[in-house]
């Protein structure tokens, strides 16, 4: 088993069970504790998690908690490469049309996909987004037009805000928007921790004639800061895990399609 994806199993414990002990975990992977050590001061690194005697918590949620773009950027990248994967079926086969792509590591990993799905496919496809680390992914890739949307950068997500930002998607009418979150919750719909990140978030969400949602399971039922967007603006999740509970029945009354990677 590679390290990234110890690394995702242990996340999913923590979300689970709230705590996780060195001995025990080194004992379900057939490693050694030192292994076990690294992976836990890695994942403490990104923000993941708390070391303690023994083991590691998980971090107390808080609304404005937010790792930058580079720490979340190794995290779950397995994971990640698969919904992307998944997420571009939405496209078809020969699609000739709009995308915007929001900033975040998921839709990272969709920008670093979409011109092989492109050329496989015989599609094209006018991409815009507001993020300077998905930019250069597309910025000589066939088969793509790439608009960048200006603004003044915000150094945790290396992403465009502010009001003139809004004011250049507000003009657009995507067919296709993907947009991460940080939060998904049954009763405060989508969240992200920053006001400004949020009001570009929505102006996203807004403007587009399909929604799609790219996050993994460890964004189930989190509320981060400010809410940007209702479930029901939301045409389809793509995730690794099927929802479940009050979080699965809230995603069916809103008409939200659940896509499994």
Do not use: C, W
Not at 110 to 136: C, D, I, K, N, Y
Not at 237 to 259: F, I, K, M, N, Y
Request: aromatic share 4%.
């Amino acid at each position: 088993m590679y390290a990234m994806e110890r690394q995702e199993l242990i996340e999913r414990l923590l979300l689970e069970e709230g705590r996780v002990a060195v001995i025990e975990l080194a004992e379900r992977f057939g490693v050694t504790t030192e292994t076990v050590r690294r992976d836990l001061d890695a994942l403490e690194t990104a923000g993941a998690l708390r070391r303690v005697h023994g083991g590691a918590v998980a971090l107390e949620r808080v609304s404005t908690a937010e790792a930058t773009v580079f720490e979340r950027t190794g995290l779950r990248a397995d994971t990640k490469q698969r919904i992307a994967a998944r997420a571009l079926d939405v496209l078809g086969d020969g699609f000739r049309g709009s995308l915007y792509l929001d900033a975040g590591t998921t839709t990272a990993a969709v920008a670093q996909l979409l011109p092989a799905r492109l050329t496989a496919t015989g599609g094209e496809a006018e991409v815009v987004t507001h993020s300077l680390t998905l930019a250069p992914a597309l910025a000589a890739a066939d088969r793509v037009a790439l608009t960048v949307v200006g603004g003044r950068i915000r150094g945790v997500t290396a992403a465009a805000v502010g009001a003139a930002t809004v004011r250049s998607i507000q003009s657009l009418r995507p067919d296709i928007v993907f947009v991460g979150v940080n939060g998904v919750s049954a009763g405060f719909g989508l969240s992200t921790p920053d006001p400004e990140e949020a009001a570009v978030k929505e102006a996203i969400v807004r403007a587009a004639r399909r929604v799609v949602v790219v996050a993994d399971a460890t964004k189930f039922q989190q509320e981060s800061l400010v809410s940007f967007a209702p479930l029901d603006a939301v045409d389809v999740l793509v995730t690794d895990r099927a929802p479940e509970g009050e979080l699965a029945d809230a995603l069916a009354s809103a008409g939200v399609e659940v896509v499994q990677a």
